[in-house]
T-cell receptor
Framework: DTGVSQNPRHKITKRGQNVTFRCDPISEHNRLYWYRQTLGQGPEFLTY????????KSRLLSDRFSAERPKGSFSTLEIQRTEQGDSAMYLC???????????FGQGTRLTVV | DQQVKQNSPSLSVQEGRISILNCDYT??????FLWYKKYPAEGPTFLISISSIKDKNEDGRFTVFLNKSAKHLSLHIVPSQPGDSAVYFCAAKKSSGDKLTFGTGTRLAVRP
């Protein structure tokens, strides 16, 4: 297992379209996190799962955003009716419950045109 | 509100010298503090962490110092190498499994 994997690496979409990103965490990690990073800012928390349960969602996560983690393995983040303000790097991280450090994937760069 | 602050957006250091990156936080509930390094177009890479019960943690060339009373931590890199040039993020969490709250980052440039 080589780490957290995110697909696609880059996505360009037209405003109003729906997009879905996938994250495959490190296999034994039961916690999975989604963050968003815009230029000049640090990553901002969106939501996290422990196994298949979504435990917390940020106020940043509008109704157009939904995340799932079926069977507690990979996770998907869907954005409906994309807006230009959704353009950002979407980062996924995973950790083992009780451990401090979280390990990040390489991110998905979303550009909404 | 910015609960984790990195007030220096950039730092330039000569190769072989010490790099000191600073971070301040406002939330006294934070118990764990982490440093991540980020190269362009990649995700953050974990460097080192410290819990609030310690005031120092060392790993090779990297040392993190925590001053709880001042709500301040710093990352020391000695000696600095050109490959250390990246953006460094300070992050904090309330418990070991909690979400991370990040600062805005400091861009370190190590000159050969």
């Amino acid at each position: 297992d080589t780490g957290v994997s995110q697909n696609p690496r880059h996505k360009i979409t037209k405003r109003g379209q729906n997009v879905t990103f996938r994250c495959d965490p490190i296999s034994e990690h039961n916690r999975l996190y989604w963050y968003r990073q815009t230029l000049g800012q640090g990553p901002e928390f969106l939501t996290y799962f422990q196994n298949e349960a979504q435990l917390e969602k940020s106020r940043l996560l509008s109704d157009r955003f939904s995340a799932e983690r079926p069977k507690g393995s990979f996770s998907t983040l869907e954005i409906q009716r994309t807006e230009q303000g959704d353009s950002a790097m979407y980062l996924c991280a995973s950790s083992l419950f009780g451990n401090t450090e979280a390990f990040f994937g390489q991110g998905t760069r979303l550009t909404v045109v | 509100d910015q609960q984790v602050k990195q007030n220096s957006p950039s730092l330039s250091v000569q190769e072989g010298r010490i790099s000191i990156l600073n971070c301040d936080y406002t939330n006294s509930m934070f118990d764990y503090f982490l440093w991540y390094k980020k190269y362009p177009a990649e995700g953050p890479t974990f460097l080192i962490s410290i819990s609030s019960i310690k005031d120092k943690n060392e790993d090779g060339r990297f040392t993190v110092f925590l001053n709880k009373s001042a709500k301040h931590l710093s990352l020391h890199i000695v000696p600095s190498q050109p490959g250390d040039s990246a953006v460094y993020f300070c992050a904090a969490k309330k418990s070991s499994g909690d979400k991370l709250t990040f600062g805005t980052g400091t861009r370190l440039a190590v000159r050969p």
